[in-house]
């Protein structure tokens, strides 16, 4: 492998049972960094044990928690590898990652990559197709909303080629389940303020900016009605969510309940703000 100049990443809670699957997939770094949000299981044991760095604060959004890092955390390299402790970096995407971060006379300040969600002992290669900014230099980047954050960044990004794996249900469907209770409380407040702002510009759909184009999808989505129904359509049909089998249906499926989870909650913070009870 290329030298390293590449530090990691790495947002924790209550991650003992993912974070050393991890934490193996990364031992190409000399500097890895946890910022655990007050876990109460064995992650910082884990963290320390594997020589990371070990950082805490209270959990107030993955936006707020990654412009707290990149502020207040003095990373060894110029480069940044960031990682979720249910996600493992597979050796050719690490090779990829220090060659990339090798390189001296690259433009790019970041660079997007795709991942593998992994869901029933299998990629969901069509029905959860993200490209995700996760190879970044600190000073040149933040990020907007608590829950699935956009980044602004400054500069020139770029793409990588090979993929890293997302185990999102491997502490179970209950775990998964409350976590996106969690998040849709973040997008019904989320989706109320966008649509107080009304910053949707629909040529937005079509850049070539995937931060941008992302974030427009996401504008328009909060302008449908039937919300909930229209994403199991669109994952399910529109993007080819079929032909992932069963595993397909079923994320669809709950993709919708989750969708609908962030419609009942914006029912319930307007009915709040008008004095009315549920």
């Not at 100049?5 to 924790?12: L, R």
């Not at 007050?38 to 044990?49: C, N, V």
């Not at 759909?205 to 994403?231: D, E, G, H, T």
């Amino acid at each position: 492998m290329e030298k390293c100049n590449c530090s990691v990443f790495i947002q924790t809670l209550n991650e003992e049972k993912n974070l050393p699957r991890c934490l193996d997939s990364l031992k190409w770094s000399d500097d890895i960094v946890v910022l655990d949000s007050i876990s109460s299981d064995r992650t910082e044991d884990i963290a320390r044990a594997y020589g990371a760095r070990f950082f805490q604060r209270p959990y107030d959004g993955r936006a707020n928690n990654q412009n707290w890092a990149v502020k207040n955390i003095v990373f060894k390299h110029e480069w940044v590898w960031y990682v979720d402790a249910d996600e493992v970096t597979p050796p050719e995407l690490a090779e990829e990652i220090l060659k990339v971060t090798s390189n001296s006379d690259i433009e790019e300040v970041c660079f997007f990559v795709q991942r593998n969600n992994m869901f029933i002992g299998k990629p969901l290669k069509h029905c959860c197709r993200e490209i995700i900014a996760r190879l970044w230099k600190p000073d040149c980047m933040s990020w907007e909303r608590s829950a699935n954050p956009v980044a602004t960044i400054k500069g020139k990004s770029g793409f990588l080629k090979n993929r890293f794996e997302h185990y999102f249900f491997s502490k179970g469907f209950a775990d998964w389940l409350n976590r996106h209770n969690k998040y849709s409380s973040y997008e019904a407040i989320e989706t109320i303020r966008a649509l107080q702002e009304n910053n949707f510009r629909f040529l937005d759909l079509f850049n070539s900016n995937p931060v941008i184009r992302r974030n427009a999808q996401k504008q328009m989505s909060y302008r449908l009605p039937c919300r909930p129904f229209f994403r199991f359509l669109h994952m399910y049909f529109y993007c080819l969510g079929f032909l992932d089998g069963k595993p397909g249906l079923i994320y669809s499926t709950l993709i919708s309940i989750y969708e609908y989870f962030i419609v009942l909650k914006i029912k319930e913070l307007k009915m709040t703000e008008k004095g009315r009870a549920l």
